[in-house]
C-alpha cells in the first residue's frame, strides 16, 4: 500500500542484477493505494529474487505490503 500523495519504486533483482523497476502512485486516494505489480521472469534452481525499495522518498505501508512467486 502506498500512502496517498505519495509513490512506490520496487527495484526486482535476480542473482544480484537490476531486471525491472516496478512504480505505482497514489493520487487522488484519500488514504492509501495498493497499487499491483507483476514482473515475469525465467528462474533456475538456486538464483535469489530480491526486492528493493528504490529510493528514501519511497512511501510504502509494510504491513499491507506482499510479494508472492508461482512456479509455473
Known amino acids: 500500500m502506498v500512502h496517498s500523495g505519495k509513490y512506490s519504486h520496487i527495484t526486482v533483482q535476480v ?3 537490476s531486471k ?3 512504480y505505482g502512485y497514489a493520487k487522488g486516494y484519500p488514504t492509501y493505494y495498493s497499487p499491483s505489480q507483476s514482473y515475469v521472469t525465467d528462474l533456475k534452481k538456486g538464483d535469489q ?3 528493493y ?3 528514501t522518498t519511497t512511501h510504502i505501508h509494510p ?5 508472492t512467486g508461482y512456479r509455473v
Request: hydrophobic residues 35%; without cysteine.
Open 15 to 17: 542473482n544480484g542484477s
Open 20 to 22: 525491472a523497476i516496478l
Open 49 to 51: 529474487v530480491n526486492l
Open 53 to 55: 525499495s528504490g529510493s
Open 63 to 67: 504491513p499491507y505490503s506482499t510479494f
